[in-house]
């Protein structure tokens, strides 16, 4: 059994510190769990942020498919123990589940971010090592712009935006969500990405993307061979990832549609449903 299959029964025990209490038990044994961060310390911060976060919990909890755990702060991206500070906690584990026991890692993040070195090679480990999954919300390519190796994660960086209602065009409608808007296009009004280099089709699987020819001329220019990916997925390493670049707006985390395509990547990042040939 490993480590991972041990957290999920149960069966995970942190040995008693000085002071500590000994084992302490899995309140979600046997379900996927997904840690999704939001930490904008350092960047923007999106109006919607908290409602994402309470989708992401609901529809976790709705579908039964996985529990989140939400934080706004970078902490728990370690696969170190985490010890307490001051006089109450100093030198002691504490509560604190660490990435070796997600499933995934749902991230929002903004501006450089208050990773560390060491929680950066955490990150890129978790998934490309321990062959978990990463999936990236709204903007999160902008984040971390001094930080090359997350953008080669990812599959892509952000060279801007564009407001617009625009004719989407669903390139797999048998990756799992994709089909929630009902065919292999559709309209949709959001906050759309446009995408740079390290992006790539020789190793980004596209699933959805913004056709060229109904957004106004001005931003056709930003990328003159028309390619304008949203939805996305890659394997790295072991792991996979799975970016998704909409959800500027609490109308779109509403949207039913785009709550069944999120699950769909969430699971496909959690490895619960079979992966595209891509």
Known sequence: MSDQDAARNGGAKIAASAGGRGERSDPWAGKRKLL?????????????????????????????????????DSQLITRQ?????GPKYGGK??????????????????????????????LLAFVHDDGKGLVIGHAGILAFFEWPEFHELTGGGFAGELMSTARIIVEDLAF???????????????????????????FVHVIMRVDATSIAAEHRTKRPDG??????????GKGRVFHVGWGHLES??????????????????????????A
Not at 96 to 113: H, I, K, N, V, W
């Open 81 to 85: 123990p985490i010890i307490g500070t």
């Open 252 to 277: 779109t985390w509403d949207d039913v549609r785009f709550q069944r395509m999120v699950l769909g990547g969430i699971l496909w990042a959690m490895k619960s449903k079979p992966s595209p040939a």
């Open 176 to 202: 799992p969500g994709a089909d929630a808007f009902g065919g292999a296009s559709f309209e949709f009004t959001e906050q759309h990405p446009i995408v740079k280099e390290p992006y790539s089709r020789d």
């Open 36 to 72: 999704a961060v939001a930490d904008v310390q350092t960047g923007y911060h999106h109006d919607s942020i908290s409602h994402a976060l309470a989708t992401l919990s609901r529809i976790g909890r709705e579908s039964g498919a996985f529990v989140t755990n939400i934080r706004t």
């Open 227 to 236: 390619d304008y990916p949203v939805v996305w997925s890659r394997q790295y």
């Open 93 to 122: 584990r504490v509560n604190a589940r660490t990435l070796s026991e997600y499933d995934a890692l749902f991230l929002l993040p903004s501006g450089t971010g208050t990773l560390t070195a060491e929680q950066k090679a955490d």
